[in-house]
Structure formats: structure tokens, C-alpha cells
């Protein structure tokens, strides 16, 4: 779906990160509701109004409330809610079988789902104590607790100073995988789960490889090890990409080398950035924070655009229903009698540049428009409008149907003379006191010294790196098992690293001889 806004093509850098597991309404909701809704422009914003329910496995109705300030407000909800596809559908229609087309979600199910997966989990960790941290009086109510501009001041402060889409939906009812791999590749290839964690169809990073276009996929401590792995398509030594920790990516915006696309991935775990439920969202805050200065600072500030996400809603409350208008590729058959043309729940995203005026509400339809009975629902954001907006920009073909099909935000761009005002002046990202105490945790295990067992992405990427040969062994491959975090980041990291030091010093001269003399085959 076609721009018509010929300002696309004064970006010639595009950054997206994208964090983990929150919902629209949980980050923010309450971004305009003592505004009625409206932001200065007097763009209408689809947020809470503080009377919006769930009911609980009583029959009493639950609101929406403001996350108190003086209660490790940063770890909230205090556990990991239900985020498969199977939690998903009981959050959205009240039970975990996928509904008959064309039925509509009546997002009621997110507090009683809630409080299934604080009962198995508690049993979990009966059996084996520290299998979840849950923090201590976590109550299947809490899902309903929402943040405020207040909590949040660097994402707050970028969508009201730049602008904010309030209509972007998750690509796909379910985790993880699934949904970054449709901001990569434009499919799923029919998954709704995380167990298939290898992807092979050609990827956004293939397409601007063929066309020489710069790109690099940048982690935090260290290279982004689950995107790239996961991808079986991507170039181990490609010619125009790169791969590098969040020191090079800074380096790179501050020098003005940047590439054309540029893709982040957070730090995973309970000790990182990811603000995955329930890990430290001050964290993630501080990373945006770090992110946008380094982008201001660059030379090239005038011509990059910024889009901040979320890979999926991760079980958190959000009240506007998914649309179910969503193209389906080719290469994602029906699964479970899901076919892939019903979005997942709403994600925050935030869109900045200096050519975005402040207090923008993008969405595809008229941004003042309210959303009633006589106006027309403004189409769907999703991750592959990411993809559809470079391939708009650079004159590239669609991976899928799904981003052929996906606006582009190329109209957020209004301004022909780039601002030069800072929205963040002043203002500087939170930091969490303490740590709050953990259901079953002892005095001695609140200590500096207690690790806790590795989370699931970190499992992921251990598992992903386990599937590389060293010294060219395809056998003995098996993850093992860890007994901390630290432990599972230290595996990945090393035979991650010692892989590709054995593959460069076998392939690169051959790789390097192919790309030199490739124009004798033409």
C-alpha cells in the first residue's frame, strides 16, 4: 500500500528496536486520558478512560487503574502473563480454541487467563522452587494495572513529542517468534508457537543485501545472536551488513555512518533491557533514552526515522479488539484452524524524527476522526508496515502478501523543514531502587549473590547457537543445562563467537574470491 507522501525519501536511515511483551494500553493508555483524549493537535487518541473492565473468576468486574508509584512499580505484572497463542485467544474470546471467523474479541478474558497462569506457575515452582519469579502478593487483578506518562517519561515523552500510533497491532495472536519474524521476513511460515525456532524464507536483510543497500543487526552486550541465528536465510559474510553490540551501533550514529536499516534487539533476561514482564521496565527506559541521544547527536539526525515497538502484547491488558482484515502469505497454511488474517493485540509504537510534528496520533484514516458508529475504523498498522515502508523507500519488491498489502508510514512525515527542538530536554529516564522480593525467595537468596535460572529467550538463544558445527561436527549438538542465567549467556556467547572465528578463517577467503570475480560468470 502506497505513500503518498514524497518525504519518505528524505530518510535515508531507518532504526527500529523492538522490546518484548507489552500491550498498547498497559504502556500507553493513560498517554491522553486527563485530555480527553486528544492530543495538541487535537488528533483523537484511541486510549483508556479509566472505566474499562475485566471480570475476575467471581463475576466481579475489575478496572483499569494507574500502577501505584511506591510499589516496585518497574516490575509490573509480577510474573510472566500468559503470551501464547492459546492465551492469547482465552484473553481475547474467553477461551483458548481459535473462534470461528468473523467472531468479534470482546478482550474480556485477560484477568481470569491471568490467574490460571499464576495458579500453574505457583504449582511450578511448588515442584521446583525458582521455575518462575513471581513477585511476592502478585494478584491476578494486577493485570489490570496500567502505567502512566508519569512512570514512563522517555516513551511518554517521545510519542507526545514526536508521534504515536494508536492502531498498530502485533502481526500474529501469539509469542515471540512468530511476530519478529514477521517484522523480518513478512510470515511466520505458519508458526504460532516458539518451538520451531529456525526461519528460512528470504528476509528483509536479503533483499537489501541483493540491492546493496547497508543494513546491521545490532544486539546489546553483544551481537544480536537470536535474530541472526534465527534466520537461516541471512548472509553469514554479507557484503553491505554488519553485526555488532549497542557500542557499535552508538558509534556508528554518532560518527554518521550509520546504515540504511538498522534493527535492535535488546538485552534478554531478567538482568536486561527487554522490559519482558516481569523484568526491570526502568531498564528499557533508559535504553530508549540511550537510543534517541545517540540519534541526536548524529550528523545524520535531519534524515533517520526512529520506530520504537513491541513484538507482541505478552498477555497484558489491551481493550480495542484486533482487526481480522489481515493478508495472509502464502507460506503460512492454516494452523489450528487459524488461518493469518486476524492480527495480534495492540502494541505501543512510537514514531520520531525531527520531520514529525509534536503531538501526532498516525493512523491510516483521518487523525481527528473519533472511532464511532458512523466513521470508518482506521486500517491496521503491523510489523511488516516496517517492511512495507523500506521496500517504499529504497523501490523494493514485497517479501508476502502480508507487506504488499500493509500501509506505509511515510505520511507520519509532514514537515519539510526538520525541528530543531529536543521533546526529552530535561528529562531523564528512572532507575529502580531495589529489587522487590520474590514469592518463596529466603533473606540470604535477596542477596547480591542469588541468580536466577536463565528465561526463555536466553534458552532460545543457547538452543540456537547449540545447532552451529565447531571444528565442522555436525554431531554432540545438544543444549545443555544451566544452572543461571549468567551460565546460558555465557554458552551462547562463546560458541556463538567461536563458531563464526572458525568460519571466517575457513570461508572468508573463498566468500571473498567468489564476490571479486563474480562479474566473470555474467
Not at 474499562?52 to 512499580?73: M, R, W
Not at 513471581?134 to 487483578?141: D, F, L, M, N
Not at 533476561?269 to 528499557?284: L, T
Amino acid at each position: 500500500m502506497q505513500s503518498s507522501n514524497n518525504q519518505l525519501n528524505q530518510v535515508d536511515h531507518f532504526v527500529v528496536v523492538m522490546l518484548e511483551n507489552r500491550s498498547f494500553d498497559h504502556m500507553l493508555g493513560f498517554l491522553y486520558t486527563d485530555e480527553g483524549n486528544r492530543s495538541p493537535l487535537g488528533h483523537a487518541f484511541e486510549g483508556l478512560t479509566g472505566s474499562e473492565t475485566n471480570p475476575d473468576d467471581n463475576g466481579d468486574l475489575i478496572s483499569v487503574f494507574k500502577i501505584p508509584a511506591d510499589q516496585h512499580p518497574y516490575f509490573w505484572p509480577g510474573t510472566d502473563p500468559g503470551e501464547g497463542y492459546y492465551n492469547t485467544n482465552s484473553q481475547l474470546f474467553g477461551d483458548h480454541h481459535t473462534p470461528p471467523a468473523g467472531t468479534v474479541a470482546t478482550n474480556q478474558g485477560f484477568v481470569k487467563d491471568f490467574a490460571y497462569t499464576l495458579s500453574w506457575q505457583r504449582k511450578d515452582n511448588a515442584q521446583k522452587p525458582g521455575s518462575w519469579q513471581i513477585v511476592e502478593g502478585t494478584k491476578a487483578s494486577d493485570i489490570m494495572g496500567m502505567y502512566t506518562p508519569e512512570l514512563l517519561p522517555v516513551l511518554s515523552g517521545l510519542a507526545k513529542g514526536y508521534a504515536v500510533c494508536d492502531h498498530w497491532y502485533c502481526s500474529v495472536p501469539t509469542e515471540t517468534l512468530p511476530n519478529r519474524a514477521f517484522v523480518q521476513m513478512a510470515t511466520s511460515q505458519g508458526r504460532l508457537n516458539d518451538h520451531d525456532k529456525v526461519y528460512n524464507a528470504t528476509s528483509i536483510y536479503n533483499r537489501f543485501e541483493d540491492a546493496g543497500l547497508s543494513w546491521g543487526l545490532f544486539g546489546y552486550e553483544d551481537d544480536a545472536i537470536l535474530t541472526r541465528q534465527s534466520l537461516a536465510a541471512l548472509p553469514k559474510s554479507p557484503e553491505h551488513g554488519q553485526f555488532g553490540n549497542f557500542e557499535d551501533f552508538t558509534q556508528a550514529a554518532t560518527s554518521g555512518t550509520l546504515p540504511h536499516y538498522s534493527f535492535l534487539a535488546p538485552e534478554w533476561g531478567s538482568d536486561g533491557n527487554s522490559q519482558h514482564p516481569n523484568y526491570d521496565v526502568a531498564k528499557g527506559e533508559q535504553y530508549l533514552q540511550a537510543i534517541y541521544e545517540a540519534l541526536r547527536q548524529s550528523p545524520r539526525w535531519d534524515k533517520t526515522l526512529l520506530i520504537i515497538t513491541y513484538d507482541e502484547h505478552g498477555g497484558c491488558y489491551d481493550h480495542v479488539p484486533p482487526p481480522e482484515n489481515a493478508a495472509q502469505p502464502k507460506d503460512c497454511p492454516d494452523n489450528d484452524g487459524f488461518n493469518f488474517q486476524r492480527f495480534g493485540v495492540r502494541v505501543p509504537t512510537v514514531l520520531v524524527s525531527p520531520r514529525i510534528p509534536a503531538g501526532t496520533v498516525f493512523r491510516i484514516s483521518e487523525p481527528d476522526t473519533d472511532l464511532n458508529a458512523s466513521s470508518p475504523a482506521p486500517t491496521a498498522l503491523d510489523h511488516t508496515s516496517i517492511l512495507a515502508t523500506l521496500e517504499q523507500r529504497f523501490g523494493l519488491p514485497p517479501l508476502t502478501a502480508r507487506d504488499a498489502a500493509a500501509p506505509d508510514i511515510g505520511n507520519v512525515l509532514s514537515l519539510s523543514t526538520p525541528r530543531r527542538d529536543d521533546p526529552l530536554e530535561g528529562i531523564s529516564a528512572p532507575r529502580s531502587e531495589s529489587q522487590p522480593p520474590l514469592e518463596g525467595q529466603t533473606q540470604h537468596q535477596q542477596g547480591n549473590d542469588w541468580q536466577p535460572q536463565a528465561d526463555h529467550l536466553q534458552k532460545v538463544e543457547a538452543e540456537l547457537v547449540a545447532m552451529l558445527p565447531l571444528n565442522g561436527d555436525y554431531r554432540n549438538r545438544e543444549t545443555p543445562h544451566f544452572d543461571n542465567r549468567e551460565d546460558a549467556k555465557r554458552y551462547a556467547r562463546d560458541r556463538y563467537h567461536r563458531y563464526y572465528s572458525e568460519y571466517n578463517a575457513t570461508h572468508y577467503d573463498r566468500d571473498e574470491y567468489h564476490r571479486n570475480n563474480s562479474h566473470r560468470d555474467k
